[in-house]
């Protein structure tokens, strides 16, 4: 009875100590989450193999692991940069990234935990500076905001390329100007839609006086032809089938037979 307290002391430490090792060597993934599993005294981090997946997992208690978030995340960024002729632009943009899933032992033995501020922030930063530069002030805020979306996309992920990094979109939320050029742009702008305007009316205007001149020289041409076709023949016979037509009438009417030019019928009255 005497040597139970003793026993029971080392037992007491033993579990202690492997509850203390239990408690290291349990690792819980969480949703959207992987982890990088680092061998103490085996090389180091471990790049030829799958990092761990959501969920409860044991390892050595000497090894370690380093949870990344692998889920889509954003990264948002106001950037003042300098447009084509040296004028200060202000571009605010968002990127859409995630690391590389299976590259995600690489990612952490070459750029660690704090990548986004290593590589991605400093290669859209720099791709932002070098699409804007090929600019003016006029095309940045009038029709090219897309276009230097796209470039800004494809130059940032050439940059990431090989840095373990998946970019999946790059959106230009905002361009701001000093307000000086985009007051005169504004005004530019303005007067050349004025201008089109005015264009447009003159160009209608003398598309009208064009219709109306070629109905005039159809008419005179109708007009020619028509005189050149009644010779006298034609009109006393016309006039003719005229006084069969009129004698034909019931109404009360007076015709002198051959009193008009060219012998032809008037007509004197009508009651």
Same mark, same amino acid.
């Given at each position: 009875m005497e /040597?139970?307290? %003793?026993?029971?002391?080392? $037992?007491i430490i033993i579990a202690i100590i492997l509850i203390i090792l239990l408690a290291k060597s349990a690792v819980t993934i969480g949703s959207g989450e992987a982890g990088v599993l680092y061998k103490t005294f085996d090389n180091g981090v471990v790049t030829d193999q799958p990092p761990?997946?959501?969920?409860?997992? $044991?390892?050595?208690?000497?090894?370690?692991v380093f949870v990344y978030e692998v889920r889509q995340q954003e990264l948002f960024e106001k950037m003042k940069v300098l447009s084509s002729n040296g004028l200060e632009i202000q571009i605010d943009a968002s990127a859409w990234y995630q690391p590389v899933y299976n590259d995600l032992g690489n990612l952490h033995q070459t750029l660690g935990q704090n990548y986004l501020q290593r590589v991605i922030q400093p290669a859209i930063r720099s791709a932002a500076r070098s699409v804007v530069g090929r600019y003016t002030p006029e095309q940045l805020y009038s029709s090219k905001r897309d276009a230097i979306q796209d470039e800004i996309f494809l130059e940032t992920k050439k940059i990431l390329e090989k840095q373990y990094v998946q970019l999946n979109e790059v959106?230009? /939320?905002?361009?701001?100007?000093?307000?000086? $050029?985009?007051?005169?742009? &504004? /005004?530019?702008? %303005? @007067? &050349? @839609? &004025?201008?089109?305007e005015y264009e447009f009316r003159l160009v209608t205007a003398a598309k009208e006086a064009e219709k109306v001149i070629i109905e005039a020289q159809g008419k005179a041409e109708s007009n020619r032809i028509l005189s050149a076709s009644l010779t006298d023949k034609i009109l006393q016979d016309k006039g003719i089938d005229a006084t069969m037509k009129l004698a034909e009438s019931p109404n009360s009417k007076v015709i002198v037979i051959g009193s008009g030019d060219s012998g032809l019928p008037i007509i004197l009255g009508d009651k």
């Open positions: /040597r139970l307290p %003793k026993i029971g002391i080392p $037992i761990l997946g959501e969920g409860f997992h $044991i390892i050595a208690p000497w090894n370690k959106l230009v /939320r905002d361009v701001t100007l000093p307000n000086t $050029i985009k007051d005169a742009i &504004e /005004r530019k702008l %303005k @007067q &050349e @839609q &004025e201008s089109l």
